[in-house]
């Protein structure tokens, strides 16, 4: 089991369940995610989905090992969704999003918040988009994204840095709503998504859809221009150098790169 799924008030709550992975998406954890969002998508009994970690993650993003086996193995077989899937899915889930980062939220553990219609954080949680110290490019649309969200400073340091943020300084930047006590998280993103969830879903997906719709064609072209990057950059020399010492257990040597 890699996902929990548990209703309550209108508000299915999706919790990452891969604890001893701080929650990093594998690729039946993309598959399982984007399967339960298309579930909820058309679900009338679900009016809000929020999205959690179990553990002292949220998600750690992509896990680098299998990454590392699908640069490097031409046979390792993809999911049937995978990355790309899940990203279809954020993009297209017609109603509200509430995601509540109970712990660290690395790469889709960060750019996730681009398609939050509400975001918590954990006053002791910590975010990081570490693309560049993966020697690779932004994901998720957020390249376009970020910057609406967060201001383009913002954005260009979070990510061109690859360093951490703190639930302080997300909350100045915009980058979530609201930071709560670790204890009183996930209690206080349920209850504003029991506030959304008692609306008609027709109004919520209405004002949603008029919302995001002028943003659909800047995604798509977005995440082309970021696919082409990713896949120039995923297993060239940065990107395998990357790899190489996570899985040895160093820091990376860019220094001729």
Not at 14 to 30: H, K, Q, S, V
Not at 184 to 201: W, Y
Not at 210 to 234: C, G, S, Y
Request: negative net charge.
């Amino acid at each position: 089991m890699t996902l929990q799924i548990a209703d309550a008030d209108r508000v299915r709550t999706l919790t990452l369940d891969r604890p001893d992975a701080l929650n990093a998406f594998n690729e039946a954890l993309y598959d399982a995610t984007a399967d339960a969002l298309l579930a909820a998508a058309d679900d009338p009994d679900v009016a809000v989905v929020l999205v959690t970690g179990n553990g002292r993650g949220f998600s750690a993003g992509t896990d680098l090992l299998e990454m590392h086996k699908i640069a490097t193995d031409p046979a390792f077989e993809r999911g049937r969704h995978g990355f790309p899937g899940l990203i279809d899915a954020l993009v297209a889930f017609p109603k509200p999003l509430v995601v509540a980062v109970n712990g660290v939220g690395l790469g889709i553990g960060c750019t996730i918040l681009g398609f939050a219609d509400l975001a918590f954080m954990s006053s002791t949680a910590r975010l990081k988009c570490p693309f560049t110290s993966l020697g690779v490019a932004p994901e998720a649309a957020s390249s376009y994204l970020m910057p609406l969200l967060v201001g383009r400073q913002n954005a260009a340091w979070l990510l061109q840095s690859s360093e951490w943020v703190s639930a302080a300084e997300a909350l100045e930047m915009g980058l979530v709503w609201r930071v709560c006590e670790p204890d009183d998280l996930l209690a206080e993103a349920h209850r504003h998504a029991a506030v959304l969830a008692a609306r008609p879903i027709s109004s919520l997906v209405a004002v949603k859809r008029t919302m995001t719709e002028p943003l659909r064609a800047e995604i798509d072209a977005a995440r082309e221009r970021e696919n082409a990057a990713f896949a120039e950059l995923m297993g060239g020399p940065a990107n395998l150098e990357a790899l190489t010492a996570f899985a040895e257990g160093r820091e990376p040597d860019f220094s001729g790169l």
